[in-house]
């Protein structure tokens, strides 16, 4: 059996959310150098990583009281998130470091019922240790070993 959407657990500072559905988008901006519109080698650019996760009501509501006792939404601080999928066959697991919530979808009801109401918050990558992957960090040690946190 092949990992899925299924096999995934979404862990945030030790809360385990089920998830409908949780994404997450590295962008490295490395780029192609020219000499006389020949390529001739590449330059590091800049990264980012962003992400959302889908979230049923009862589910929201469990985050919902992580806000609660930071005293508001946009008062959760960056933390450290993990997610991990494990099949007989293969094993993924991605880490986030500080990442930082925000709500897009708070509400998308259909008055015609048939599925659950589903709740979006889409997340950045806040920490210069950015993204992990199977234990292999995305980022070279000399890329962040003088960012001051």
Known sequence: MRISGKNLKFMMDGLKLNAQKWTLDITDNTTVTKTNGVPDGYVEGDVEAS??????????????????RAGSFRGIQPFDAMGFGKTDRDELKVEMFGIKLKIASLIDADSNGGSALM?????????????SINGVPYLARDETVDIIR
């Open 51 to 68: 992400g959302e996760l889908e979230l049923n009501t009862s589910n929201f509501n469990l985050l919902m009281k992580v806000a609660q």
């Open 119 to 131: 709740h979006t918050i889409p997340f950045d990558v806040t920490d210069p240790d950015f993204v």
